[in-house]
């Protein structure tokens, strides 16, 4: 097993968080489980003060194997907060945990729950309260991997523009770590 190094990405290397999310989407049998943004959106938001991009990198080759990103949505009519009924006040200490994308070549290290333990640890130290993320209903290996981190489902409604999606939260409040299984 390689070993990994896990942070959070300058702005310089936006183009390699792109880079993967492009080549993850290119291989995905079923693209429908894997919503893309777009450059332009991705790229906004983390020059903004509202998202981040995290990265893990390969220690012996030097690749980026893998991304992370989250957003703060405030009071946008999006944030999933809406779906869970929270308070006004309480909309702004929700975290989207937004796009998560392993080349296939690094799979099987953990890295989509390394990269996301990083950004819990980073949103926690904000005051972020409600850690939200969608995922389709049949990607079990995602689902498994929130679920197994303390996210429950909530609902499941058609996000993006029509898109089936398990919404998920974890209360940093009242989080317990919980393992499930993929059928």
Known sequence: MSNFVIRRAEKEEIPEILTIIHQVWEQMEKKEWFFVDGDEVTEELLLSDRGTG?????EDSGRAAGIFTTEIPGMAEYNLGRDLGLKEEELLLVAHMDSSAVLPEFRGNHLQYRLMQAAEADLKKKGIRYLMCTVHPENCYSLW?????????????EKYGGKLRNILVKDLMDSKEESVFCD
């Open 54 to 58: 995290y990265l893990a990198w390969e």
């Open 145 to 157: 991997n929130v679920q197994k981190q303390g996210y429950h489902v909530v609902a499941t409604k």
